[in-house]
């Protein structure tokens, strides 16, 4: 299992990222995928969801209305579309393979957001 995130970075309260995930050493349009984060201190919390299908997709209240996990199966992609970033948005992330932070995750990518 190969799980690459990329598009992290620091960005001003209010604004906008799109995290990457490169995935491959099994089949990708079989399984679900999550975005995880672990913010300074803390424990890992999952951020999102996605069915295998891209037709049921999950989010925690914090992220609702503000995150959007979508995945191209044909190029074995899973991304976190992030809006209206809030200081406590502050955490490295992680894609996840599977339904929930259980499963393998990859190296993470840091997002910074400032007040």
């Known amino acids: 299992v190969q799980l690459v995130e990329s598009g992290g970075g620091l960005v001003q309260a209010g604004g906008s990222l799109r995290l990457s995930c490169a995935a491959a050493?099994?089949?990708?349009?079989?399984?679900?995928m999550s975005w995880v984060r672990q913010a300074p201190g803390k424990g890992l919390e999952l951020v999102a969801s996605?069915?295998?299908?891209?037709?049921?997709?999950q989010y925690t209240d914090s992220v609702k209305g503000r995150f959007t996990i979508s995945r191209d199966n044909d190029k074995n992609i899973v991304t976190l579309q992030m809006t209206s970033l809030e200081a406590e948005d502050t955490a490295v992330y992680y894609c996840?393979?599977?339904?929930?932070?259980?499963?393998?995750r990859g190296q993470g990518t840091q997002v910074t957001v400032s007040a």
């Open positions: 996840a393979l599977g339904w929930g932070k259980q499963g393998s």
């Open positions: 996605i069915d295998k299908t891209a037709t049921k997709m």
């Open positions: 050493g099994f089949t990708f349009n079989s399984v679900s």
